[in-house]
């Protein structure tokens, strides 16, 4: 199970950091990414890492501004997400199974979070 937090409203240029926590003791096996879907589109990649952390993808639109992590420990994956822009708006989704764009390599997604952008 996989569970987003950490949405909110911002102002272009702010900052925010979502979460996702998942349970389950395999979670350091599951690469996990990062979609997120704004209203009248298509959910689309975001960011993704490899279960060791050590391998991390992002969505060409967002390199360079947001960064993925994870706390194997905590079983948890962050999105940090920084310069947001209010093209950004959309719900984020985090989903386990997968390390890249292809939407299909997913087999497990959370319920998403709000993200705002103010202009």
């Known amino acids: 199970q996989l569970q987003a937090s950490g949405g909110g409203l911002v102002q272009a240029g702010g900052s925010l950091r979502v979460s996702c926590a998942a349970s389950?003791?395999?979670?350091?096996?599951?690469?996990l990414g990062w979609f997120r879907q704004a209203p009248g589109k298509e959910r689309e990649f975001v960011a993704a890492?490899?279960?060791?952390?050590?391998?991390?993808r992002y969505a060409d639109s967002v390199k360079g501004r947001f960064t993925i992590s994870r706390d194997n420990a905590k079983n948890t994956v962050y999105l940090q997400m920084n310069s947001l822009k209010p093209e950004d708006t959309a719900v984020y989704y985090c989903?386990?199974?997968?390390?890249?764009?292809?939407?299909?390599?997913?087999?497990?997604w959370g319920q998403g979070t709000q993200v705002t952008v103010s202009s």
């Open positions: 389950g003791r395999t979670f350091g096996r599951y690469a």
């Open positions: 890492i490899s279960g060791s952390g050590g391998i991390t």
């Open positions: 989903a386990a199974g997968g390390l890249g764009g292809d939407i299909r390599l997913y087999d497990y």
